[in-house]
């Protein structure tokens, strides 16, 4: 973990120096699992530079101190996320998933009968 601070901007005197920016090399990483791993490059591809290191930084505080702490929970966050896996749904979810899906079908043919009768009622027959 590399701690980097921004450059001040601007009057340097009424600059504070409090950025903090850390480099994280996720694929060395390995106390994290490898489907995790993959998933957090996959999530966050915009933050990981061309050297596979996802950079992430804080300015929320005036202190730096503060900001390292955020940037830690920000990294800590991402692996909480990247490591949820999806529940399945349960044989009642899919049953009743399956039970509206066959209603929705049948009050779709229902109305579409329904538009076919107004259309024909209102052609005109030439025989």
């Known amino acids: ?3 980097t ?4 901007v601007g009057t340097p005197h009424l600059q504070i120096n409090s ?6 090399h996720v694929q060395t990483a390995e106390w994290i699992p490898e489907e995790v ?3 957090i490059l996959l ?4 933050r990981i530079n061309k050297a596979g290191e996802l950079i992430v930084t804080s300015e929320v505080s005036r202190s730096q101190h503060k900001n390292l702490e955020d940037c830690l ?3 800590s966050e991402m692996i909480t ?8 749904p349960s044989a009642e979810d899919v049953a009743l998933r399956t039970q509206r899906l066959k ?8 109305e579409k009968k329904i538009h076919s009768a107004t259309k024909r009622a209102r052609q005109a027959d030439f025989d």
């Open 19 to 24: 950025k903090a920016a850390v480099r994280f």
């Open 37 to 39: 791993r993959n998933e």
């Open 103 to 110: 209603k929705r079908n049948l009050q779709r043919l229902k």
């Open 43 to 46: 999530k966050n591809k915009t």
């Open 5 to 8: 601070a921004a450059i001040p």
């Open 1 to 3: 973990v590399d701690q």
């Open 81 to 88: 996320e990247a490591s949820q896996r999806p529940t399945e």
């Open 73 to 75: 929970h920000k990294i």
